[in-house]
C-alpha cells in the first residue's frame, strides 16, 4: 500500500460501484404498495385558473387520487419558504409572495404544477392526467427583465408592483462618484449573462412515505437532506422533525440545481400520508426544463474610472437579475451576497459601487447554478478589463498586471465587504501564460490563417469566494447565518473508522478525500475509512454541499473531531504506557512515549477503548466516539487564470475550442486526480454556456427551448484537451488550508473563451460579444463586412 494521505492521486473508492452499475438512486428505490404521481403543469406562462374539472382523472384505470391546489389551501399545508432575506435600499424587506405548492388562482410561468394525480402505474398517471380539463384566462406574461420592468407591464404578483422583488445596495456611491468625476477616461460595457438549464445527468426525482405511527420518510435527489428536512417540515407540512426522515442516496450531479426544497418533495410527502402508501415520482426530461431552477440571467451595465496610466480609479455596477416566477430557496442571495461582493475581483479597486434589482417574471425561478454569482462577476469583469484594454490600447495582461492586488497585500479588504486572506495572482497568470504557450501564438494564428481560420486567444484572471461564511459579510451587509458543517468521527474496536458527515457527495469524490484526511491524520488505511452521508437519521445536522464548502467547512470539522479523537487516545495511551500525557505523541497511526521505543499503535488503542480491561474508567468515559462542529468565519477564495485558444471557421462560423489552460489555486491539493476531474468538468460546464446553452423564452413567457431537440448541450467534440495546474497559496484560516475546487471550472473558463473569440475578431471591430457565441452569432457578424485591414 502506498502513501494515500493529502497530496497522494487515489483512486475514487465510489467508482466501483457507479462503473458496475450499483449505485442506488432514487428511481432505483421502489417501496412495497407504491403508487406513482404524475403533474399536470401549465402550458401557459400566466393565467388565471377558472375552472379544474378532474372527475374523468380520478374515475380512470389505477388511480388513486387527484389532488388540485384547493386540496393544499384546505389542509392548512403552507407555501414553498424562501430561506434568504434581503432587504432594498430604503430598508424595506424583500417582496416575498406566496410560493404555493400546486397552483392556487392563477400559474406563473410554463410548469408551473396544476393538479397531481396519483395512480397505480407512472402510464396510468400519466392517461389519466390527459383527462384533466383546465380553463384558463390568459393574461400577458413577461419573460425578460427589461420587459418586466416596463411601464405597463404585466404584473406577476401582486405583492410586488412593478414586478420589483428588491432593490439592494453595496459599495459607496459618494466615493464612486467622486472618482468617476475626476476620472481621465471611462470606459463602459453593457453586458448580459445568459439563463441556464442545470441537467444533472439524473432527473429530480422523490419519493414519500408514511408508516402507520405517522412517521415519514422522503428519498429524494437532494444535497443537502437536513435543509430540507427543516424547511419541508417546519414551514410546509408542519411535521415535527423527529417524525420526518430525509434520504439523499446516490444523486446524479446537481450543480446546485437540487439544493432547493421543491413542490414534489413536498406532494409525495404530504400525500403519503393521506394514502398510508408510498408515493413516487421521477422527473421526465421535459419537466427538467420547466421545474428544475435555472441559473444565470442578469443584464448588466459596468463601468470602470482610470487613471490616465489605465489604474482602476472605481467601479459602477448596476445589474437586473431575473428571480423568475417565484422565490426560490436561496434566489436572493445568488445576486447579492456571491455576486456583488466578488465585484473586486482580483483587482485593488479602490471603490466599488453596485445595485441589483430583483425581477419577478413569467419564467421558472431562478437559482444558484454552479458557481452562483462567482461567474456572473467574473464575467461582466474580465470582459470589462479586456474592454477597456480594446479602447486604451494598453495589453491587456498588462492592464491585469498594472491592476492586481499584489501577493504581499494579504490580507486584503476590499471595498465591498469581503476580506481576502491569501492569494498570488501574478504567479497563476505567468504558470498559465507559459503552459499555454502564450509566447507561441502568433504563430498558430498565422498557421491559422493560412488554414482560412480565424484564431483568437483569451484569458480570465478570476476569484471565487467559497465556504459561504456569512458572518464574513455581516459587519456590512448585516447578515448572519448559521452555515456551519459538522462531522462525527467512530473508531470501531478494530480501529475502522466510520465519518459521518454533514455534507452530502453527488460526483465530488468525498468518500474517497475525506477518507484521505482520515488516512494522513489518524494512520488509518483509506479501505478502512467509511464516509456515511445523505440520511438525516444516521448523521448529525448538517448542512449539505453546496458552494464549494464540503472540504473546506466539512472537512475542517472532521478535522477538529480527530483532534478529539487523538486527544482521547492520547489519554488511554498513557495509562497503557505508564506515561504522562504530556509525553506522548501521535504519528503514522502510533502512540509513543516520546524518547523511547515504547509504543501502542491506533488499532491497539481503539480495541482498549471499547475492550477496557485495563483502562481507566474512572477517569474516562469507554469509547472514541467523537463530534465536532467548524462555524468557518470567512469564505475561502480560490483564484486563478484561464487561458483559451480558438478557432474560427470563416465560411461557418464554428468556433472551435482547440486549447484550454486552466491554473487554479485552491490551497492544499487533497488529491490531484479528483481537482484535475473537478476542472474538466466545470470548463465543459463553462464552455458550454459560451458558446451553446441558451435557456430560451419568446417574448410573452413560453418557454422555446424544452428539450435537447433545442436546448445544446456541450458534446465531447465541443471540449479540448484541458491542461491543468495549480500554484497555491494555503487558506490562513481553516486547518487544511483548503479553498474548494468544485466551481473554479466553470467560473474562469466562460470569459476567457468570449475574450478568445472577441480576440479572433478584433479585425471585423468586435469588442463585446454576449453568450451564447453560436455558430449563427458569428456567421452574421463575419457576413456584416470585410474586415478593416482588408479594407485598408
Not at 476580506?419 to 504567479?427: A, R
Not at 501521535?586 to 481503539?606: L, Q, R
Not at 466551481?743 to 472577441?758: F, L, M, T
Not at 471585423?764 to 479594407?791: C, E, F
Request: aromatic share 8%; net charge negative; with cysteine.
Amino acid at each position: 500500500m502506498g502513501f494515500e494521505g493529502i497530496g497522494a492521486a487515489v483512486k475514487r473508492k465510489e467508482d466501483g460501484r457507479f462503473l458496475a452499475g450499483r449505485g442506488n438512486y432514487v428511481d432505483d428505490i421502489n417501496r412495497p404498495g407504491q403508487v406513482y404521481a404524475y403533474f399536470k403543469r401549465s402550458d401557459r406562462p400566466h393565467a388565471r385558473i377558472l375552472r379544474v374539472d378532474t372527475a374523468a382523472a380520478a374515475s380512470a384505470p389505477g388511480v388513486v387520487a387527484v389532488y388540485t391546489g384547493a386540496d393544499f389551501a384546505a389542509d392548512g399545508i403552507g407555501g414553498l419558504p424562501c430561506g434568504w432575506q434581503i432587504h432594498s435600499k430604503d430598508g424595506s424587506p424583500m417582496a416575498e409572495p406566496p410560493h404555493p405548492v400546486l397552483a392556487q388562482g392563477k400559474v406563473r410561468h410554463v410548469g408551473d404544477p396544476v393538479v397531481a394525480v396519483l395512480a397505480e402505474t407512472r402510464q396510468q398517471a400519466k392517461d389519466a392526467a390527459e383527462l384533466i380539463e383546465i380553463d384558463y384566462e390568459d393574461l400577458p406574461g413577461t419573460a425578460s427583465v427589461l420587459d418586466a420592468l416596463k411601464p405597463g407591464a404585466a404584473v406577476v404578483h401582486d405583492e410586488a408592483p412593478g414586478n420589483v422583488c428588491y432593490d439592494w445596495q453595496i459599495g459607496d456611491k459618494a466615493a464612486v462618484d467622486a472618482a468617476f468625476a475626476g476620472a481621465a477616461r471611462v470606459v463602459k460595457l453593457d453586458l448580459t449573462n445568459n439563463r441556464l438549464v442545470p441537467n444533472a445527468m439524473e432527473p429530480r426525482a422523490a419519493i414519500g412515505e408514511c408508516d402507520i405511527a405517522g412517521n415519514y420518510t422522503l428519498y429524494t435527489t437532494s444535497q443537502n437532506p437536513h435543509v430540507i428536512r427543516l424547511l419541508m417540515g417546519a414551514f410546509v407540512l408542519h411535521i415535527p422533525e423527529h417524525q420526518l426522515r430525509v434520504v439523499a442516496p446516490d444523486v446524479g450531479g446537481g450543480f446546485g440545481s437540487k439544493i432547493y426544497h421543491y413542490a414534489e418533495e413536498a406532494l409525495v410527502t404530504w400525500a403519503a400520508g393521506k394514502l398510508k402508501r408510498p408515493v413516487k415520482w421521477t422527473a421526465e426530461r421535459s419537466e427538467s426544463f420547466m421545474s428544475d431552477a435555472h441559473g444565470r440571467d442578469h443584464v448588466s451595465t459596468a463601468e470602470m474610472a482610470l487613471d490616465a496610466e489605465g489604474h482602476f480609479l472605481a467601479l459602477k455596477v448596476s445589474t437586473l437579475a431575473n428571480m423568475g416566477a417565484y422565490l426560490s430557496t436561496f434566489a436572493p442571495a445568488v445576486p447579492t451576497y456571491l455576486y456583488a461582493t466578488l465585484l473586486a475581483g482580483v483587482y485593488k479597486t479602490p471603490v466599488i459601487y453596485a445595485e441589483v434589482k430583483a425581477v419577478f417574471t413569467n419564467t421558472v425561478p431562478v437559482d444558484a447554478y454552479r458557481g452562483a454569482g462567482r461567474p456572473e462577476a467574473t464575467f461582466l469583469l474580465e470582459r470589462l478589463v479586456d474592454a477597456i484594454a480594446h479602447d486604451t490600447g494598453i495589453d491587456r495582461i498588462e492592464l491585469r498586471r498594472r491592476n492586481f492586488i499584489p501577493a504581499n497585500a494579504f490580507p486584503y479588504q476590499t471595498p465591498v465587504a469581503l476580506q481576502y486572506d491569501s492569494g498570488d495572482y501574478e504567479t497563476t497568470l505567468a504558470a498559465a501564460l507559459k503552459a499555454a504557450d502564450h509566447t507561441g501564438f502568433p504563430a498558430r494564428r498565422q498557421a491559422a490563417a493560412a488554414q482560412g481560420k480565424l484564431r483568437g486567444i483569451g484569458i480570465s484572471t478570476y476569484l471565487e469566494a467559497c465556504g459561504i461564511a456569512p458572518s464574513a459579510v455581516a459587519g456590512a451587509l448585516g447578515a448572519r447565518a448559521g452555515l456551519y458543517e459538522v462531522a462525527n468521527v467512530r473508531v470501531n474496536p478494530t480501529g475502522s473508522v466510520t465519518v459521518f458527515t454533514g455534507t452530502h457527495s453527488h460526483g465530488q469524490g468525498h468518500e474517497t478525500t475525506f477518507a484521505q484526511v482520515v488516512a494522513e491524520q489518524l494512520g488509518v488505511p483509506v479501505s478502512q475509512v467509511d464516509v456515511v452521508h445523505g440520511d438525516t437519521a444516521r448523521i448529525p445536522f448538517g448542512m449539505g454541499t453546496y458552494g464549494s464548502r464540503s472540504i473546506a467547512v466539512g472537512g475542517s470539522a472532521l478535522v477538529k473531531a480527530m483532534d478529539k479523537i487523538i486527544a482521547k487516545g492520547k489519554r488511554i495511551a498513557a495509562h497503557l504506557l505508564e506515561a504522562s500525557v504530556d509525553d506522548i505523541e501521535f504519528k503514522d497511526g502510533k502512540f509513543s512515549v516520546a524518547g523511547t521505543d515504547k509504543s501502542k499503535t491506533f488499532g491497539e488503542i481503539a480495541l482498549t477503548a471499547y475492550v477496557p480491561h485495563n483502562y481507566p474508567i474512572e477517569e474516562l468515559e469507554p469509547g472514541l466516539d467523537e463530534t465536532a462542529f467548524y462555524d468557518p468565519k470567512n469564505f475561502t477564495f480560490p483564484g486563478g487564470c484561464h487561458v483559451a485558444e480558438v478557432e474560427i471557421d470563416r465560411e461557418t462560423g464554428v468556433v472551435r475550442v482547440v486549447n484550454f489552460t486552466a491554473v487554479d489555486d485552491i490551497g492544499r491539493v487533497i488529491n490531484p486526480m479528483i481537482v484535475e476531474g473537478q476542472v474538466h468538468g466545470g470548463v465543459a460546464q463553462g464552455i458550454g454556456q459560451a458558446l451553446l446553452e441558451q435557456a430560451g423564452y419568446d417574448d410573452g413567457g413560453q418557454i422555446v427551448s424544452g428539450s435537447f431537440m433545442d436546448y445544446t448541450m456541450p458534446r465531447a467534440d465541443n471540449v479540448p484537451n484541458i491542461h491543468v495546474g495549480t500554484e497555491s497559496t494555503l487558506c490562513t484560516h481553516n486547518p487544511l488550508g483548503v479553498k474548494g475546487v468544485g466551481e473554479v471550472g466553470a467560473i474562469g473558463s466562460p470569459p476567457a473563451v468570449i475574450n478568445a473569440i472577441v480576440n479572433a475578431l478584433e479585425a471585423y471591430g468586435v469588442r463585446h460579444l454576449d453568450m451564447p457565441a453560436t455558430s449563427q452569432k458569428i456567421w452574421s457578424i463575419l457576413q456584416a463586412g470585410a474586415p478593416r485591414m482588408a479594407a485598408e
